[in-house]
DNA sequence: GGCTTACTACTCGGATACTGCTTGTCCGAGTTCAGGGGG
DNA sequence: CCCCCTGAACTCGGACAAGCAGTATCCGAGTAGTAAGCC
């Protein structure tokens, strides 16, 4: 039960695409920023695409660039994005298994340990909806050095 | 990024021990009970025994009952007996790497990006820990009749 | 008859294979830009 | 001098391997119960 370490490399990409203003970064570029696997990125930055957090500019000069700002992208956008479902338990009704659901009557409702787990759940995911990027760019001091900096590093 | 279904074991299996009340149920009947593996449930019956959660019980007439009541039981114990640590997101310092991490100074205090994860896992923590089985185990109505199918399903 | 002792059967416990997902890499499709040729 | 066309280089995009954690299995260590032998 680990997060892909793509949500990572997704958070601070999209934070550093938000330092550099208006043209496309190319992910060769995105990647070496924090000497990560360029292709790697590359495919973390396509699901980024598919779920219109950045767009996808292609040829020459191209790269990716964000499609909004920081403002509206939530930490489970972009957890969501990557893992593609956020959901941690999953329910495979072993209750209606074996002995216990031979002699047992056909279960109503759903299942209480998955009732259960999914209350936890969705305070995570409340969590993760309440606080969005911008938010996270205030807390790591984005001063204008910082700011000087990724752009000259993302050049 | 999916929780092992040992954990959706592990619950329903304690949830049984409980039905019966006292001796200890081998692996191979609890495992019955559900249809399940009994040498993998067995695994995750060790992992519960190390956590205190269960006491084993060697020899013939043997296995495990119990260590504790429900009550005293939460969701949380269960997910870290089984799952060792019950994080999800792990920071690699991904921001002191590449040329942004040689440009910049080092970094003083924890990263934002974990941070903001943290604060979303504790809220999924508080969750878990705030719900006991002695709870599930009232929502999912433990009539008299069920108690006995039960109990004698691990007969 | 009662006690001791050896044996057997049954259980947990950990060491050992197998599978699927995460991680990492590679090559092709598409597009922009630049340079040369023609009008 | 301006426009068009062709070529090349660069980027994304998806298809293709390697590593690792989750999944499943098996066999050995240890113990309780039992039965036989002895006092």
Redesign the interface.
Known sequence: ?????G???A??TL??LDMVDGGPVGSAQL??????SASYLNKQLQQLARAALVVSVPGPRGGFRLARPLESIT?LDVVEAI?GD???????E??C?????E??PPPTGT???N???R??????H???AA?NLA???A??DATPV?RR??R??LR
């Open positions: 039960m680990r997060m892909s370490k949500v990572e490399w958070l601070h934070l550093n990647a070496e920023a924090h000497g990560l930490l893992e956020a959901r941690l338990f999953h329910c495979t072993i209750r298994c074996g002995r216990i659901g002699l047992s299942c209480a340990v009732a259960a787990m209350r936890a759940e969705e305070a995570w409340q969590a993760l606080q938010e996270i760019r807390e790591l910082v900096i990724v000259s590093a």
